[in-house]
Every structure is written in structure tokens, then in C-alpha cells.
């Protein structure tokens, strides 16, 4: 049996390659799907792990095939390519595990920087030893992808897994338990991917021997590792693919969403004429009659009164026309989102003296904004701005408004006391309640957390859709006729 695996290593080799190309491939196609969800919106990451991963593998496979047929010198530029490629794809993977932990912006250039400094330190002083040691390049590849496995492929790993279980909670809340299993039995094989491709190693010069190498577990259990990393890189490749299917849970409810949106219109249509041609013309009626009874009045007292409750019905009149105004208000644009955003800032800064800035960026390339984002987003930012004027204390505020083709994001930071130790992030109080509710009917979610210098973050993040259809001539609109 060893003697069989050992002579079809390459055809092992492969497969392996194959299967994370096809994982790579089945998330690359869902790459242009918009998600509110951090596990769908990270998957990028793994995909480019994947399609990285198997270029590494399949490298294994056609170098030793052009040794008979290429320069020795371009052999060996090959083998350190390969060895950069395998160690590019661990730093996919652990981009993959940060984003999946849902960590601050700080925090998550903290990490990626952190692993791009240990990937350029291992490469160069695998190359400051292999000069010293008089080591071959397969000497250097053995020995940098080792220490990569142990420094990037295992951390990398084994935070994706952990992210992945925690990811379980957001699914359940988003009313996806069937997908939940996937989720776990994903975590369970990066578990594993960290044990059979992190913690065995490929021969490498100062390798600690034993099971812990390549040659030493085939040794030792007759399997080559390979065949074992093959075999947990195909659980994997199962388990994500069936993830794949929460871009389709996520469309269908974005349809219901629509379908939802066109009766609500179609019923504040209704009920704008009915407004407009009942409610108004029986004030108006009414008004009209209590003018006739004033001017008929012959007491001062009396025709003063009826013309005062004249006024007060005008003023009804103008309410409600300003009401049905706002039933009719068309989809925002991102400058009028963003003007109106500035405009509450501004007054909220001169009703507080609270130091606010504002900022906005990305308007141009942003994709389709929700009929209601402009109602919601000023209530959240409202409800944000006077939680940091009662609670931060003396503070400075900033807002900044970013879009992108798909998606928006408007976080609101202050410099103040932060959150209270007795008052968690997700407290009862009805105002986060109603912030938090509005972003779901946006279809995103809000986040509330320590600022990396002090203060409170609030991040609204919404989904938009970067697909934007050809435009339409709108039909032409009548103009509503006064009756004031």
C-alpha cells in the first residue's frame, strides 16, 4: 500500500490542486453578489486562498515534468516561485481568519501587516541561512514553506475556524439554521488543515523529524500527507460550497424585500390621494364654510375666532401637504443622501457646540442607494450624534459617509469616555434597539464598539447592489393643483 501511494504521488498532487481550483472558482463566480453578511463578504479572501493554494500544488506537479526540458537556472527560478506562491497563499488565509473575526479597522491592519512582515522575514532569512549553509533552492523552498506552515498556515487556519463558528450565530439570527451544519463542518476541516498542513511539515533541513515531516508520517502510518490534505481540502471545498448557498437565501429575501417595498408604495400612493382627495377637501370645505360664517358673524369676538380657526386649518392643510410630499419622495441619490447627512451634522454641531466634522466619499461610484436610506440612515445618525452629546462628555465627533458600488458604510466616532464598563455595547436601551432595526430594514447591520483611541464607533454597513440597470425616462409628472 505505501508503495502504491508513493508511485501515484503526482496524481494525489493533482487532485489536491483540482479540488481547491474548484473552490476557488465556485466563490470567484458569487464575487459580484452583494451580502450583508461578514462570512459571504470575506469569502473573497478564501477563494484567492484556494486558487493560490492550487497554483502552489500544481507546481509540485509540472516543475519536476520540465527539469528534462528547461535551463537548470530556470528550474530553480521556477522552485522559488513556487515557494513565494505557497507562502502568498497562506497570507490569503490568514487575510481570510482576520476579516472573518469581524475586528476593528485598526486591529486588521494590525494583523495583516504583522503577517506580511513575518512572510518577507522568513523568505529573507531563509535566503541569509541558504547562503550561509550553502543550501540548494530545494533546500530554501523546503525550508521557507515550513516555517510558513508553522508561522502563517496555522494561525491563519485555525483563526478561520474560529471565525467560522462564531459566524453560526449571525446565520441563526439571519434566519439561516440550515446552513449552520456547513458553517461547523468548515471550521472542523480548517481545524484540521492546520493539524496535516501546518503542523507536517515538508522535509525541510532543520525540520525536527519524526511524524512532524512528510516522510516521517508515511513512516509512521503508511499514508502519504498529502492524500490526508487532500482528503480535508475536499471536506472543505463540500462544506463551502453549500456556504455558497446563503447568496442564495440572501437574494430571495432581497426579492421579498422588493416585492415588500412596491406594496408599501403602492399603498402610500393610495393613501396619498385618498389625503389629498378626501382628508384636504373636506378641511377645505369646512374652512370655506367657517369663512362664510364669519363674514355673516356680527360680533367682533366671534368673526376673529372663526378666521383663527380658518388659519388652524390652513396650517392643517399645508401639514398634510407636506405629508403627502414626503409619501412621494423618490429613491435618494448619493449627493442628496449626503447633503442631507452634512445638513443634520451641521445643526446638531450648532445646537451642541460640539466639534463635528463630516466627510463623504465614493458618491460618484456608488451603486443603488434603498428607497428608505435617507429617512433611516438620518434617524440612526441622529440617535448617534445625541447618544455621543449625552454620554461622551466633552468630545469631538466625526462622520464619514463611505460608498462603493456595493456598498455603504457610515460610521459616526467620538473621542470621548467610551462605553461604561456596566453598559455593554449591545445594551437594552430602546434607542439601539431602533438604530439596529433600522439598518436590518436597510438590509445591513449596525455595530457599536470601543474606538482604537478612546470614544465609541458606531458602524452602519448596507449592502448595495453594484448591478445598476440602464436607465429609464421617467413618465412625465403632473403637478398637484393648490386648492390654498
Same mark, same amino acid.
Given at each position: 500500500?505505501?508503495?502504491?501511494?508513493v #508511485?501515484?504521488?503526482?496524481?494525489?498532487?493533482?487532485?489536491d490542486?483540482?479540488?481547491?481550483?474548484s473552490?476557488?472558482?465556485?466563490?470567484w463566480?458569487q464575487?459580484? @453578489?452583494?451580502?450583508?453578511l461578514?462570512l459571504?463578504?470575506?469569502l473573497?479572501w478564501?477563494a484567492?486562498?484556494?486558487?493560490?493554494e492550487a497554483?502552489a500544488i500544481?507546481g509540485h506537479?509540472?516543475?519536476?515534468?520540465?527539469?528534462g526540458?528547461?535551463?537548470?537556472?530556470l528550474i530553480?527560478?521556477l522552485v522559488?516561485?513556487?515557494?513565494?506562491? *505557497?507562502?502568498?497563499?497562506?497570507?490569503f488565509l490568514v #487575510?481570510?481568519?482576520l476579516?472573518l473575526l469581524?475586528?476593528?479597522?485598526?486591529?486588521?491592519?494590525?494583523?495583516? %501587516? %504583522?503577517?506580511?512582515a513575518l %512572510?518577507t522575514?522568513?523568505?529573507?532569512?531563509?535566503a541569509?541561512?541558504?547562503?550561509r549553509?550553502? /543550501?540548494?533552492v #530545494?533546500?530554501?523552498?523546503?525550508?521557507?514553506v515550513a !516555517?510558513?506552515?508553522?508561522?502563517?498556515?496555522v494561525?491563519?487556519?485555525?483563526l478561520? $475556524?474560529?471565525?467560522? /463558528?462564531?459566524q453560526?450565530a449571525e446565520?441563526a439570527?439571519?434566519?439561516?439554521?440550515?446552513?449552520?451544519?456547513?458553517a461547523? %463542518?468548515?471550521?472542523? +476541516?480548517?481545524g484540521l488543515?492546520?493539524?496535516?498542513?501546518?503542523?507536517?511539515?515538508?522535509?525541510a533541513?532543520?525540520a525536527?523529524?519524526?511524524?512532524?515531516? !512528510?516522510?516521517g /508520517?508515511?513512516?509512521?502510518t503508511?499514508?502519504?500527507?498529502?492524500l490526508?490534505r487532500a482528503?480535508?481540502g475536499?471536506?472543505l471545498?463540500v462544506?463551502a460550497?453549500?456556504?455558497?448557498?446563503?447568496?442564495?437565501?440572501?437574494?430571495t429575501q432581497?426579492?421579498?424585500?422588493?416585492?415588500?417595498? =412596491?406594496l408599501?408604495?403602492?399603498?402610500?400612493?393610495?393613501?396619498?390621494?385618498?389625503?389629498?382627495?378626501?382628508?384636504? *377637501?373636506?378641511?377645505? $370645505?369646512a374652512?370655506?364654510h367657517?369663512? +362664510?360664517v364669519a363674514?355673516?358673524a356680527e360680533?367682533? =369676538?366671534?368673526r376673529d375666532e372663526? =378666521?383663527?380657526?380658518?388659519?388652524?386649518l390652513?396650517?392643517v392643510?399645508?401639514?398634510?401637504?407636506?405629508?403627502?410630499?414626503?409619501l412621494? *419622495?423618490p !429613491?435618494?441619490t448619493?449627493?442628496?443622501?449626503?447633503?442631507?447627512?452634512?445638513?443634520?451634522? @451641521?445643526?446638531?454641531?450648532?445646537?451642541?457646540?460640539? &466639534?463635528v &466634522?463630516?466627510?463623504a466619499?465614493g458618491?460618484?461610484? +456608488?451603486g443603488?442607494?434603498?428607497?428608505e436610506a435617507?429617512?433611516?440612515?438620518? *434617524?440612526i445618525?441622529r440617535?448617534?450624534?445625541?447618544?455621543a452629546a449625552r454620554h461622551?462628555g466633552p468630545?469631538?465627533? #466625526?462622520v $464619514?459617509l =463611505?460608498? +462603493?458600488?456595493d456598498?455603504?458604510?457610515l460610521?459616526?466616532?467620538?473621542d470621548?469616555?467610551?462605553?461604561p464598563?456596566?453598559?455593554?455595547s449591545?445594551?437594552?436601551?430602546q434607542?439601539? @434597539?431602533n438604530?439596529?432595526?433600522r439598518a436590518r430594514?436597510l438590509g445591513?447591520?449596525? !455595530?457599536?464598539?470601543p474606538?482604537?483611541?478612546?470614544g465609541v464607533?458606531v458602524?452602519?454597513?448596507?449592502?448595495?447592489d453594484s448591478?445598476?440597470p $440602464?436607465?429609464?425616462p421617467?413618465?412625465?409628472r403632473?403637478?398637484?393643483?393648490?386648492?390654498?
Amino acid at each position: 500500500m505505501r508503495d502504491f501511494f508513493v #508511485q501515484n504521488e503526482t496524481i494525489i498532487l493533482f487532485a489536491d490542486g483540482v479540488i481547491f481550483f474548484s473552490l476557488g472558482f465556485a466563490v470567484w463566480l458569487q464575487r459580484r @453578489r452583494t451580502t450583508r453578511l461578514t462570512l459571504t463578504s470575506s469569502l473573497i479572501w478564501f477563494a484567492s486562498f484556494a486558487f493560490v493554494e492550487a497554483l502552489a500544488i500544481w507546481g509540485h506537479v509540472f516543475v519536476p515534468i520540465q527539469t528534462g526540458y528547461l535551463d537548470p537556472g530556470l528550474i530553480e527560478a521556477l522552485v522559488v516561485l513556487r515557494g513565494l506562491v *505557497q507562502v502568498a497563499a497562506f497570507l490569503f488565509l490568514v #487575510q481570510f481568519g482576520l476579516r472573518l473575526l469581524d475586528l476593528g479597522p485598526l486591529a486588521r491592519r494590525i494583523g495583516t %501587516a %504583522a503577517s506580511l512582515a513575518l %512572510a518577507t522575514l522568513l523568505a529573507v532569512g531563509s535566503a541569509v541561512l541558504a547562503g550561509r549553509l550553502d /543550501w540548494g533552492v #530545494q533546500q530554501w523552498e523546503a525550508s521557507v514553506v515550513a !516555517a510558513a506552515r508553522y508561522g502563517l498556515l496555522v494561525p491563519g487556519a485555525l483563526l478561520a $475556524a474560529v471565525g467560522l /463558528w462564531r459566524q453560526r450565530a449571525e446565520l441563526a439570527a439571519e434566519g439561516m439554521r440550515g446552513i449552520k451544519p456547513y458553517a461547523a %463542518a468548515a471550521a472542523a +476541516a480548517l481545524g484540521l488543515t492546520a493539524l496535516v498542513a501546518g503542523l507536517v511539515v515538508d522535509d525541510a533541513p532543520w525540520a525536527l523529524g519524526g511524524p512532524a515531516t !512528510a516522510e516521517g /508520517w508515511l513512516d509512521a502510518t503508511g499514508l502519504p500527507i498529502v492524500l490526508l490534505r487532500a482528503l480535508v481540502g475536499l471536506v472543505l471545498c463540500v462544506a463551502a460550497v453549500k456556504l455558497l448557498e446563503i447568496f442564495e437565501v440572501e437574494y430571495t429575501q432581497r426579492l421579498e424585500a422588493l416585492d415588500r417595498a =412596491r406594496l408599501v408604495a403602492e399603498e402610500r400612493a393610495r393613501f396619498g390621494r385618498d389625503l389629498h382627495d378626501g382628508t384636504i *377637501q373636506s378641511i377645505y $370645505a369646512a374652512g370655506l364654510h367657517l369663512e +362664510a360664517v364669519a363674514l355673516d358673524a356680527e360680533e367682533p =369676538r366671534l368673526r376673529d375666532e372663526l =378666521r383663527q380657526v380658518v388659519a388652524s386649518l390652513n396650517e392643517v392643510i399645508v401639514g398634510i401637504r407636506g405629508y403627502i410630499r414626503a409619501l412621494r *419622495q423618490p !429613491a435618494p441619490t448619493p449627493h442628496g443622501l449626503a447633503a442631507g447627512l452634512e445638513e443634520l451634522v @451641521r445643526r446638531f454641531a450648532l445646537d451642541t457646540g460640539l &466639534r463635528v &466634522r463630516f466627510a463623504a466619499t465614493g458618491l460618484e461610484q +456608488a451603486g443603488p442607494l434603498p428607497e428608505e436610506a435617507g429617512e433611516h440612515l438620518e *434617524q440612526i445618525l441622529r440617535e448617534a450624534l445625541a447618544n455621543a452629546a449625552r454620554h461622551a462628555g466633552p468630545c469631538s465627533v #466625526q462622520v $464619514a459617509l =463611505r460608498l +462603493a458600488p456595493d456598498e455603504l458604510d457610515l460610521t459616526v466616532c467620538d473621542d470621548g469616555i467610551g462605553i461604561p464598563p456596566e453598559l455593554p455595547s449591545d445594551g437594552p436601551g430602546q434607542g439601539l @434597539r431602533n438604530m439596529r432595526e433600522r439598518a436590518r430594514r436597510l438590509g445591513g447591520r449596525l !455595530a457599536v464598539r470601543p474606538g482604537s483611541a478612546g470614544g465609541v464607533v458606531v458602524d452602519v454597513q448596507i449592502p448595495l447592489d453594484s448591478e445598476v440597470p $440602464a436607465a429609464e425616462p421617467l413618465p412625465a409628472r403632473r403637478e398637484e393643483v393648490s386648492l390654498t
